[in-house]
């Protein structure tokens, strides 16, 4: 039984995988790793983005909150990225580094998997969207849907690019899974915002 790392004799099976003295130590002083802080700072990131497109939408006028009458529709995708970041930090705040790397390659491919479906999906509302603006006579809401949606499409790209992670460090591949879901749900929260644009321009048509 061979070393996973080095080649050398193995003395250890940790998760499915052998090790030797040296490297097992290593594996075992870095057993668990956090998210934690990564999914708080993210949080906070969020919150200065939105912090952020208020002054500007108060420096320029661009109604990205729809108005007086429908700004709270806004505190839907605001509140959705703030709850899932939340969440992943209070799921991950003990999450364990044993797992193989073929299981975390797998997570990683579904969120890969789900970022392209959504690149599809978002493309599609957005050549609709055009469509529909012109057919229903919405102008009110063009320049919020612009910047919403390539907002998302600007976080998703991050989600979609490829990572070469060395086998076999499970450990970089864990972490990596950790940084590609706080854009993804940027762009998710974003093109929500987007299509509650779409809505409050029906609405006040």
């Known amino acids: 039984m061979k070393c996973v790392v080095c080649g050398s004799e193995a003395e250890f099976v940790l998760s499915g995988s052998s090790y030797c003295q040296n490297h097992f130590n290593g594996m075992k002083s870095n057993k668990t790793y956090s998210g934690k802080m990564l999914y708080l700072t993210g949080m906070g990131v969020w919150v200065a983005g939105w912090f952020f497109l208020v002054l500007v939408d108060r420096a320029w006028t661009l109604n ?51 970022s392209s479906w959504f690149l599809l999906g978002s493309s599609g509302i957005f050549a609709w969207a055009t469509l529909a603006r012109q057919s229903l006579g919405i102008t009110s809401s063009a320049v919020p849907f612009i910047i919403y949606i390539s907002a998302s499409l600007i976080f998703l790209s991050p989600v979609i690019l490829l990572f070469w992670i060395p086998h076999p460090e499970p450990r ?23 299509v509650l644009t779409l809505l409050v321009g029906v609405l006040s048509a």
Do not use: C, D
């Open 64 to 114: 990205l909150f729809g108005g007086p009458k429908y700004w709270p529709l806004f505190l839907l995708p605001f509140t959705f990225g703030i709850v899932s970041l939340g969440v992943n930090a209070y799921l991950s705040r003990n999450q364990s580094l044993s797992s193989t790397y073929e299981t975390e390659q797998k997570m990683i491919e579904s969120v890969e998997r789900n």
């Open 172 to 194: 970089n591949l864990g972490r990596l899974r950790h940084w590609k879901t706080i854009p993804f749900t940027y762009a998710v929260s974003f093109f929500t915002a987007a």
